[in-house]
Every structure is written in C-alpha cells, then in structure tokens.
C-alpha cells in the first residue's frame, strides 16, 4: 500500500478548518489541530506562496482562503453538472439507437467513464462507470487526444511504444498521431476492434462553454450489429447527441 504523507494530511486538515470559519489566525490553527508552532507557520507559508491562503493584515494576521480553491470547487461542480446533463442525453441516444452509449473523459494517457447508458440488446457491450482504459485504444480516447494542444499530446505519448489491447490496437505513436489527425478533420472517431475485438465504436467531443472539448460521446455496439448503414446513422447520432449535451454544457455552436 502507498505511504500517506503526513505533511499533505496535516495541509489538508488546516484547510478543511475554513469549512466552518471564514478566517483564522495561526494560534488558531494550533490550537484545533494541535501543531506546534513552527509546523503551522511553515504550513501556511507554503499555502500562502501556493495562493491557496490570502493573509488578512491585522493583530494577529489572519488567513481566509484564496482563488485556487474556488477553482478546484468550480471544476468538481462543472464535472458534477456534465454527468447530470450526460445521463440526460446519453438516455435519449440510446433510446433512438438501442445501442450503448457512454461518456468519458480523459485523465492522463487513459479515459474514464462518466456515464453509461446499456443496450437492450442480450449481446452488448460489457463496461462500467468508473472503468479506466487506455484513451489510445477507444473511440472517445482518440476524440479527447486529438484536441489536446500538440505539446500536451507528446507528453502524454513520450513513453513510446502504447501498450495494445487487442492486435488491432494502435501501438506506433506515429501511426496514433496520422490518425488523429483525421479526427479533428472528420469531428469523429472509431474503435475498429481496438479495445475489445467483437466491438466497434463511434465517438464526438463535448465541448463546454468556452469550446474546450471536455469529454466525449459514444455510441458502441458489437460487430454482428455494425453494418454499413447502422455506422451511418450512429455517426450521425452520435455526433447530435454531443451536440446536444454540449449546448446543455453551454456552448454556442455559432
């Protein structure tokens, strides 16, 4: 098991204190967590720097909370309201499709998924809420990746060789890279196989109200089902629904 840092807990703690106090002095912060003086002065020193304390002048100094933190709330909000509204439009896609469909977003080099929606289907794609898979691999990975800015792209691809799923994984970065390519031109992307060999997937970005792509839209279904017509019509689903979920995210296609 991995070692929990003391130093990260005790910082966490002091912080966790402004939940019920506005502001708070060094004496404070000693007295309810029974730290010694130097431990608490370094600590709001390195949070102070950080900004995520701001000090209020005054005998003695106090220190309420900063912007950061307000940041860190806006985004765990925002990820909260893209689930709410994705589990919306997620259950009105699968409804004209009666396919699977899922949203995921990208943490890293791998895709999470946020909601899921399942086919009817006794045949159908077998996942879960919560699942992590290599973004290279999927559908949604390649949306997400592909509108990544090209230095957060080499990061993410730095180690080389990509670790495969199925033999019709994507492992040559450069072969990776003509791909997504493809996909910001197309809007799209497709799983032929690489993630599980009896499915296939068709994928569009989410994008928020700044036109950041923030997740992506799939819809999967196995290869028995996947004819040249049903890939047509679930394109063109897919890419409504994230359409769709988009705008409810508020972004102005115009």
């Known amino acids: 098991m991995a070692r929990v840092v003391p130093a990260v ?18 004496r404070d912060v000693m007295e309810r967590l029974d730290l010694p003086r130097t431990t608490v002065h370094e600590l709001l020193v390195t949070l102070v720097e950080r900004s995520y304390l701001i000090p209020v002048p005054g005998q003695p100094v106090q220190y309420r909370l900063g912007m950061p933190l307000f940041q860190l709330g806006a985004a765990f909000a925002g990820r909260l309201d893209l689930v709410r509204e994705a589990q919306i439009v997620t259950r009105e896609v699968a409804a004209a499709c009666n396919e699977a469909v899922h949203v995921a977003v990208l943490d890293g080099a791998d895709v999470i998924y946020l909601v899921k929606v399942d086919s009817t289907h006794p045949v159908r794609m077998v996942s879960a809420v919560g699942r992590r898979l290599p973004a290279h691999c999927t559908a949604v990975g390649k949306v997400l990746l592909s509108a990544l800015d090209r230095a957060t792209l080499d990061g993410v691809l730095a180690k080389g060789v ?53 997740a992506a839209m799939s819809v999967s279904a196995p290869i028995i089902r996947w004819t040249p017509q049903a890939h047509e019509e679930w394109t063109a689903l ?16 115009r």
């Open 162 to 214: 990509l670790p495969g799923m199925t033999p019709e994984s994507i492992t040559d970065p450069d072969r990776l890279l003509t791909q997504l390519e493809a996909v910001r031109a197309e809007g799209v992307a497709v799983d032929v196989g690489e993630s599980d060999t009896a499915m296939r997937c068709v994928a569009a970005g989410v994008r928020d109200h700044a036109g950041v792509v923030i």
């Open 238 to 253: 897919v890419r409504d629904g994230a359409a769709t979920l988009s705008a409810r995210m508020g972004h102005s296609a």
């Open 9 to 26: 807990v005790r910082a966490l703690d002091l912080l966790e204190l402004f939940l019920d106090r506005p502001q708070l002095s060094a």
